[in-house]
């Protein structure tokens, strides 16, 4: 099957300043790809690039096999864009401007938009501008949902959602992937893209870090391990042990880092007074972090 995206050597700046450099990846059909960064990583310039709303410097970028600079139009016709920075026209109600987002589709009435509405619990007929943030949020994913798109390109989609909204976004979410449809979410919400990816590349100042499947990422963090001791332990306690590296101390609190097997670290809790002890799997946020201290470390 063709790919939905596929970069090589991608390459934005603007004058001077660093959008994107040499970035090369693949997102297939029916998976949602998750696009992790801080904010000015290079997220928001990736998804423009793929719209044509702006043109790269050098490299090759294809949507749905079609080049995006040639084919733009083609492009456009099947995807849906929630930008990050969203502005609608505040004069109108929701429900006048996906009637007008629907009729430059060749949508009659409001496509989906309704029933869409109808889940994010959107009121359509108060003017935009006298809606809330969130709810203007609930339009912008309305208007990216309501011609049924091959691909949906989601610059942070739940920034200003409630938690029940945020619930109702995933289930959409799931149901588009079922049928075979592609997701980008581009997001720093390291919690959502946990939950919602199927793969997960992390950039890092304009170059990719790394392309992985979640459940690899995870499988190549951390385990947290809290223990509380009658009496702090020495500071070289477990120093030498192999695969556990000391975080912090909190008193008679140590957090642990641990990798691989467990059996050393147990023994060695148990020279102590243990009088409580914790661990919890590393998320992606721990991969997160851990990345970017150590291109901190090397930067430096």
Sequence with gaps: M??????????????????????????????????????????????????????PTAGLLEVFGLDVRKQSVAVRSRAGYLPGDLHLYERLTPREYLRYVAALRGLEGLGEGEALSERFELELDRPIKALSKGNRQKVGLVQAFLHRPDLLLLDEPTAGLDPLVQQTFNELLREVVAEGRTVFL????????????????IIREGSLELVEAVETL??????????????SPPQEAFASLPGVRELERRGPVVLLALEGSADPLIKALARYEVLALDSHEADLEDVFLTLYREGSAGAS
Excluded: C, W
């Design 2 to 55: 063709t790919a939905v995206i596929r970069a090589e050597g991608l390459t934005k700046f603007y004058g001077a300043s660093r959008g994107i450099s040499g970035l090369s990846l693949v997102v297939e059909p029916g998976e949602v790809f998750g696009f992790l960064g801080p904010n000015g990583a290079g997220k928001t310039t990736t998804i423009r690039l793929m719209l044509d709303l702006i043109r």
């Design 186 to 201: 581009s997001s720093h919400i390291l919690s959502e893209v946990q939950r919602l990816a199927d793969r997960v590349a």
């Design 218 to 231: 995870r499988a190549r963090a951390f385990v947290h391990v809290e223990a509380t001791f009658a009496q």
